[in-house]
């Protein structure tokens, strides 16, 4: 299983990007998804994602309203898009897959056990 995060980069504050989540050797479709963040010296935490189905979408309430998630089963990749952006939304970000997470545990990234490698989204103000 491979996920591959992409799309990250330097941006003005307001600023919007999109990243793309790549995955490979799983079926799409079976698989919670999920996006998480990580800055320098925090924790990693959740951003949004998709319950096992699809049928949810799940969100931060720090990005409600500015990000949102889509996926695409057919080419087996996710996507966030990221509008209004703040310097608070520096960090790396993260895509991952589960197979088994249950709503109650689906911010928590200790559910997730397939990860891609991280993309680097810098906010300048």
């Known amino acids: 299983v491979q996920l591959q995060a992409s799309g990250g980069g330097l941006v003005q504050a307001g600023g919007s990007l999109r990243l793309s989540c790549a995955a490979s050797?799983?079926?799409?479709?079976?698989?919670?998804l999920g996006w998480f963040r990580q800055a320098p010296g925090n924790e990693r935490e959740y951003v949004a994602g998709?319950?096992?189905?699809?049928?949810?979408?799940y969100y931060a309430d720090s990005v409600k309203g500015r990000f949102t998630i889509s996926r695409d089963n057919a080419k087996n990749t996710a996507y966030l898009q990221m509008s209004s952006l703040r310097p608070e939304d520096t960090a790396v970000y993260y895509c991952?897959?589960?197979?088994?997470?249950?709503?109650?545990?689906?911010?928590?990234?200790?559910?997730?056990?397939?990860w891609g490698q991280g993309t680097l989204v810098t906010v300048s103000s």
């Open positions: 991952a897959a589960s197979r088994s997470v249950i709503t109650s545990s689906i911010r928590d990234p200790r559910s997730y056990q397939h």
């Open positions: 050797g799983l079926t799409f479709s079976s698989y919670a």
């Open positions: 998709f319950s096992r189905t699809g049928g949810y979408t």
